[in-house]
Each structure stands twice: as C-alpha cells, then as structure tokens.
C-alpha cells in the first residue's frame, strides 16, 4: 500500500511543515502538549465547542486530507484510549446525577469511534468505518486492517487511515504512579540521553491516505508486524523471519528509525537488540519532539515518510530506500513497519 497523503498535529509545528523545514519547538514540560492549528478553518464553531480534545485533533488532522483526496472508500482509525478525558466526565455525572438525566455530549465524544464516526459525518462518508483499539498497538492494527481491505480491490482504491491520542489528567496520574512518566519537566532536547526512569508523555493526531494505486505516491508501506512479550531471541528472529518474507536481509535496511524515549530500563531493546543488526544502517529518533503515547507509532511513520521526501531538515540528508520503523511499549508489545521509498520502486 502507498501514502498518498499525510498530516499531523503533534507538539511540533508540523500542521503547517515549519517543523519538516527544520524549526524544532523546544519544550520544557513534565508532558508535551500537541501545538494545534485554528480548527475554525475548517471545523464549524457551534461543533467545535462541543468537540473533545481527542476528536478536535482527529478532526483537524483528518478532515484536510478528505478535502484534498475525495472521494475516500473509507476510514481506519486506530486510538488505545479514545477521548478518555470526556469519558472521565460522563462517569462522573452518572455519580453526581445519581443516574439521572445527563448530558449526552461527553458519552458521544468519550467512545473510541467517536473519530472516525465524525469524520465520516462531516465528510458523508458512507464507506468501510472502523476504529481499532488494541491499546499501543492499534495503529498497526489499522495498518493491517488497511492492507487487507486494499489487497480485496482490483480498482484504485484509497482509505483515510490515523492515529490519535490525547492526554487525560486522569490516565497520565495512573501512568505516573505507574512508573511509566519521569514526572518532573524534561526538555526534549536531552530526552533521548537521560538514563534516569520513565519517559515523557505526548499526544497528537497522525493521519495518512493509503492507496494501492503507486501514482504520485510519497512511500510505500512495504509491511507491518507484530509480537506480544517476546525474548531477545525471539524478537531478533522475528526481525530475521519477517524480512526474509519481504526478500530482504539486514544489509538492505539502509535506515531504522527507533522509538527510544529516555526509559533508562526499556531503551536496551533499541540499542542493544535491534540496532546491532544493522551495523551499516543510519539510526533516526523522533519521540524527542513528541513525546511517548501508545499510538505514536503513527508519527514515527508520518516522520519517516516526510523524510523521504527530504522534508525534514534536521536529520541526515541520506535519503532512506528501505526503511524500518521500530517502537514498543512498556517492552511487552513490539511493532515494525517496512517502509519503501517509492522513488526507488
């Protein structure tokens, strides 16, 4: 499948590319919060006000592509928490109202479809609709449920495929308490080098158009997969088993792009069991402008591809041929995604 199309909201810049041309924000914050455009562009206000944080950046990141590359066959969403702020609240008032009468709002934005859903009501978007939420590895469960929907079409066919997340007060004090945060501010620029516990919690909203039509394509999404609590060996031999079932070996990976977060006990994976395997490889990072969420997967791959593209301009000018996007959580659930050049197809 080939990127057509791609837009992200993040703690970046780069709703409108002044991060792709090299204008990094530098954030000194305990959580890194998404730097968001002026959705009254294109989100109506009497809606807007009514849109949850999740939503409203889905919303922001989703609709620019449908406008620019209708008429879509259908949306794919992967999300591990949905607007859990607004899920939160409408709990609450089940309380507080002793389950009377309450305010439908917050339980119609609190559902993880709720993305996809409005998408598809602001865009009449009667197609294929579904959200995957199977926590942080649900962008790459969109991603497969992509491939299999394109690989059932013999015509040119094209999904409106994302990710987001947003950062709730209550779900970053359970992460914090869980060991997951370092809890005090951190700048990214000296994200990746801290050795101390816990990482940096982001969010944002990544969204591409995914084709099986190579015209005028960005990258093609060679494959994507995945395993749930592997070994060392186990998960040097997947690596080894999934590329030899795309007819490539180590030495064709020219670029590997890892998801290290500044975790002193999880970053061994990234340096000590993956990067070994590609000796000749160039080595890129991009949780530092964004955080760590459970779908940030999604910007790893928006960062790879705009790289491709030459579009960022702060990392090396080798251009990559093929490409390997790594990323765990928590170091039980491990996800890859191939990635082409298509300039080089």
Same mark, same amino acid.
């Given at each position: 499948m080939f990127v057509k199309d791609l837009y992200a909201i993040s703690p970046q810049s780069t709703f409108n590319l002044?991060?792709?041309a090299g204008e990094v924000l530098e954030i000194v914050a305990d959580r890194y919060l998404s730097h968001e455009p002026n959705y009254l562009e294109f989100i109506p206000a009497g809606q807007l006000r009514r849109m949850g944080k999740a939503v409203r950046m889905g919303i922001g990141a989703g609709l620019p592509l449908i406008q620019r590359n209708e008429p879509l066959d259908g949306i794919i969403i992967g999300s591990a928490n949905g607007g859990l702020e607004d899920c939160i609240k409408f709990l609450n008032q089940i309380v507080d109202y002793e389950?009377?009468?309450?305010?439908? @709002?917050?339980?119609?934005?609190?559902?993880?479809?709720? !993305?996809?859903?409005? !998408?598809?009501?602001?865009?009449?978007?009667?197609?294929?609709?579904? @959200?995957?939420?199977?926590?942080? !590895?649900?962008?790459?469960?969109?991603?497969?449920? @992509?491939?299999?929907? !394109?690989?059932?079409?013999?015509?040119? @066919?094209?999904?409106?495929?994302?990710?987001?997340?947003?950062?709730?007060?209550y779900n970053y004090n359970i992460d914090t308490h869980a060991g997951r945060y370092k809890g005090e501010a951190t700048s990214n620029s000296s994200l990746l080098s801290s050795k101390t516990d816990g990482t940096i919690c982001g969010e944002g909203a990544t969204t591409f158009v995914l084709t099986n039509n190579s015209t005028d394509a960005y990258a093609e999404i060679v494959d994507v997969t995945q395993i749930t609590c592997p070994t060392k060996e186990e998960l040097t031999e997947m690596i080894h088993v999934f590329l030899q079932e795309n007819n490539l070996n180590t030495e064709d990976i020219d670029t590997i792009v890892l998801g290290n977060n500044g975790d002193g006990r999880l970053d061994f994976w990234y340096n000590d069991v993956v990067t070994p395997l590609f000796p000749t490889a160039q080595t890129l990072h991009y949780k530092q402008f964004v955080g760590n969420y459970r779908t940030v997967s999604a910007f790893g791959l928006y960062f790879t591809v705009q790289h491709m593209r030459r579009l960022i301009a702060n990392t090396s000018q080798k251009r990559p041929k093929n490409a390997l996007i790594y990323n765990h959580f928590d170091g039980v659930r491990h996800g890859f995604i191939l990635v082409k050049n298509s300039a080089e197809s």
């Amino acid at each position: 499948m080939f990127v057509k199309d791609l837009y992200a909201i993040s703690p970046q810049s780069t709703f409108n590319l002044t991060f792709e041309a090299g204008e990094v924000l530098e954030i000194v914050a305990d959580r890194y919060l998404s730097h968001e455009p002026n959705y009254l562009e294109f989100i109506p206000a009497g809606q807007l006000r009514r849109m949850g944080k999740a939503v409203r950046m889905g919303i922001g990141a989703g609709l620019p592509l449908i406008q620019r590359n209708e008429p879509l066959d259908g949306i794919i969403i992967g999300s591990a928490n949905g607007g859990l702020e607004d899920c939160i609240k409408f709990l609450n008032q089940i309380v507080d109202y002793e389950e009377g009468v309450l305010t439908p @709002t917050n339980f119609v934005q609190s559902t993880p479809n709720a !993305l996809a859903g409005q !998408l598809a009501i602001l865009s009449t978007n009667s197609g294929y609709n579904c @959200t995957h939420t199977n926590g942080s !590895l649900a962008f790459e469960n969109a991603l497969i449920d @992509t491939q299999l929907q !394109l690989s059932q079409s013999a015509d040119s @066919t094209a999904f409106l495929v994302g990710a987001v997340e947003e950062i709730s007060e209550y779900n970053y004090n359970i992460d914090t308490h869980a060991g997951r945060y370092k809890g005090e501010a951190t700048s990214n620029s000296s994200l990746l080098s801290s050795k101390t516990d816990g990482t940096i919690c982001g969010e944002g909203a990544t969204t591409f158009v995914l084709t099986n039509n190579s015209t005028d394509a960005y990258a093609e999404i060679v494959d994507v997969t995945q395993i749930t609590c592997p070994t060392k060996e186990e998960l040097t031999e997947m690596i080894h088993v999934f590329l030899q079932e795309n007819n490539l070996n180590t030495e064709d990976i020219d670029t590997i792009v890892l998801g290290n977060n500044g975790d002193g006990r999880l970053d061994f994976w990234y340096n000590d069991v993956v990067t070994p395997l590609f000796p000749t490889a160039q080595t890129l990072h991009y949780k530092q402008f964004v955080g760590n969420y459970r779908t940030v997967s999604a910007f790893g791959l928006y960062f790879t591809v705009q790289h491709m593209r030459r579009l960022i301009a702060n990392t090396s000018q080798k251009r990559p041929k093929n490409a390997l996007i790594y990323n765990h959580f928590d170091g039980v659930r491990h996800g890859f995604i191939l990635v082409k050049n298509s300039a080089e197809s």
